[in-house]
């Protein structure tokens, strides 16, 4: 499945691209502010900004109402609840042709930052664990990682030293923090990736904030180069 994505190019000479994957129920407009955002400071003209809309389909723990989403859930807040490894997997391959349509385009997956919050979040560390080439940078933002099963199987080595920011808040009443922390557990201790920075931020419930949205810049800006 082709994904529906909205596109907001660079001003200028292309200098890399970010592709940001919203949370469930949300759409590609919601993330829409950082592009416009950003694009307002020369440093950042050069950059595409690349957010996809996540397929309709029912979610099972809304009783099969129709809600956007990178895979269904089964039980909210469980992280040792049945999880849809096949969902989530496919998901990751879609955003895997995004990075490949964007190297047909002529940006090097060395200057792709591939990003997302919540679900698109824990697609965002799949793409860090699978992806066969080398990229910029992972943003793992209010993010969880359960898709233990498939892996192993999926895992490789090149990004393993690719700069992971992951960003969540204390008071995250959606994804608990320590969920955040299991997954920087888990790929750090057990996967062997060694560049993954977990910053948690006071006060901060299942959103963003002022501070995370700067380091968010300051990440963007260090490893495209800018």
């Known amino acids: 499945m082709s994904l529906n994505v909205l596109r907001v190019k660079a001003p200028a000479k292309v200098t890399g691209t970010v592709i940001i994957l919203h949370g469930l129920g949300d759409s590609a407009d919601g ?9 307002q400071y020369d440093q950042f003209k050069g950059v595409n900004f690349i957010f996809p809309n996540a397929p309709i389909k029912p979610l ?15 039980e909210m807040g469980n992280p040792n609840a049945r ?4 969902g989530y997997w496919n998901s990751v391959a879609n ?10 385009n002529g940006v090097n997956p ?9 679900q698109g979040a824990s697609i965002s560390l799949g ?10 940078g992972i943003l793992c933002l209010s993010g969880f990682f359960n898709m233990k099963q498939g892996i192993q199987s999926r895992l490789k080595d090149v990004n393993k ?14 994804i608990n923090i320590s969920m955040a922390r299991a997954a920087h ?20 419930a299942h959103s963003t904030c002022n501070e995370e949205i700067s380091e968010i810049a300051d990440f963007i800006a260090k490893n495209l180069g800018l």
């Open 31 to 39: 993330w829409k502010f950082l592009s416009d955002m950003l694009h």
């Open 60 to 74: 099972t723990v809304a009783g099969g109402q129709r809600v956007a989403q990178w895979f269904d859930i089964f």
């Open 83 to 86: 999880q849809d490894e096949e």
């Open 95 to 104: 955003i895997s042709k995004l990075i490949d349509e964007e190297f047909k």
């Open 110 to 118: 060395s200057k792709i930052i591939v990003g997302g919050f919540s």
């Open 127 to 136: 793409i860090a664990a699978s992806c066969h080439q080398k990229l910029a």
């Open 161 to 174: 030293q690719t700069p992971i920011f992951h960003g969540h808040g204390d008071l995250d009443p959606v």
């Open 185 to 204: 557990k888990l790929f750090t201790d057990n996967l062997g990736f060694t560049n993954y920075d977990l910053h948690e931020y006071s006060g901060m």
